[in-house]
Structures are given as structure tokens and as C-alpha cells.
């Protein structure tokens, strides 16, 4: 599947910033739950490959698990061998792209400014990560996607919450990565469920 027909499923993508492996799986099943398709544990939280291996090995065959906070092509490596479909940068690298690329994952870099969106594009980019979107605005959105080539899934990330989510998708925004309001450290898995539910029933 392309990263358009798992946003298809469900324009979120869920980000467990500090996520432990023991409470991995309890985390993402309340996402499942809730409607989310995409699972992404980023490479700054505590043993993160591990994370990733669990969800990859009880999810994968029904969820997109990913990594988030991909620095380096070795990180790329290291996730693909985890059973990780998804690379998610903070920034614009040309380089993890490709070596997304190179072993079959989908990849949604970071980016903010146009020059930087078209070179990831250039690139082989499935998605944009448009971050951070505090920085920016729907009608920045709106301005780029005037454009970007037809069909870019662009994704705002950063400061999403509920209630901001309209005016982006108005703009034009195919999903949004969502962090602190869906998951944060020693969040139980009955809130994370709770939060993604309203989060899912915003995304519309």
C-alpha cells in the first residue's frame, strides 16, 4: 500500500514521543481501536526499535508502524530491520529519502520552505511533513499546494490539536502527524484511546 491509501484509512498519524516497549502494544491497540492507521514511534524515545519491532510483529499486517526523528541513512537501516515501513524525518535529507527508498519503506520527510519541498519531492518523498506548522499557517498550506505538483500529500505536524484542524484541511492538508495531544509519557492506554477517538472524529 502507498502512504495515500493508509491515509486513506485515516488522515492521522499517531506519534509516541517517549513511548516505552512494554506499554507499546496496550498504546497502539487503543489507536487501532480508534480508527488510527498509522503508528509512529520517533527514534528519541527510550529503546525505540524495540517499540517498533513489537508493533511491527503484532500490527504490521493491519497498521503502518514507522519511525519518527530519522537523522541518519544507518537509522534507516536500523528501522527496516525493526520490520519498520515508515520513515518520518524532522527535516529535509535528500539522502534518508533515498535510502528509504532503496529498501521499500515509504517515506514523509520534514520540510518549510518550497525549495525544500520540491527537492524532497525530486527526491522520491511519498509525503511532506510540514513542520513546524506553529511556524506556518493554513494559508501558507494554501500557497504551496498552488504549487506543488497535483496529488502531493502535504501533512502538517506540530501543534495540532482537535478544534485547529479544519482551517488545514480546508487549505488543502492530507493528514497531520499528531503528537503530544494523542500520546504523552505515562499517558494510559484508555486516554490515548480517548483522545485519538476525538482527534479521529475531527479528521474529516
Keep these: 500500500m502507498e502512504l495515500k491509501d493508509w491515509l486513506a484509512r485515516c488522515k492521522l498519524i499517531a506519534i509516541l514521543r517517549g513511548v516505552r516497549p512494554d506499554e507499546a502494544e496496550a498504546v497502539c491497540a487503543a489507536l487501532e481501536a480508534a480508527g488510527i492507521a498509522i503508528v509512529e514511534v520517533p527514534l528519541n524515545s527510550p529503546d525505540p526499535l524495540q517499540s517498533i519491532a513489537r508493533l511491527a510483529r503484532a500490527f504490521g499486517e493491519r497498521l503502518l508502524i514507522g519511525a519518527g526523528t530519522v537523522m541518519t541513512e544507518a537509522d534507516v537501516t536500523a528501522v527496516a530491520a525493526a520490520g519498520g515501513r515508515l520513515i518520518v524525518t524532522p527535516h529535509a535529507d535528500c539522502a534518508i529519502v533515498q535510502a528509504a ?14 525549495a525544500e519541498a520540491f527537492t524532497l519531492l525530486r527526491a522520491g518523498a511519498d509525503g511532506i511533513k510540514l513542520f513546524p506548522a506553529e511556524a506556518a499557517s493554513p494559508a ?11 496529488g502531493t ?12 484542524m479544519q482551517p488545514w484541511l480546508d487549505a488543502g492538508a492530507a493528514g497531520f502527524g499528531i503528537g503530544s495531544a494523542i500520546y504523552r509519557p505515562g499517558d494510559s492506554a484508555e486516554t490515548v484511546g480517548a483522545k485519538a477517538r476525538r482527534l479521529v472524529a475531527a479528521a474529516v
Design 140 to 150: 501558507v498550506l494554501k500557497a504551496l499546494r498552488a504549487v506543488l505538483p497535483p
Design 153 to 164: 500529500d502535504v501533512l502538517p505536524v506540530g501543534g495540532i490539536a482537535a478544534d485547529t
Design 101 to 114: 527508498r532503496a529498501q521499500g519503506l515509504l517515506s514523509c520527510p520534514g520540510f518549510f520552505t518550497p
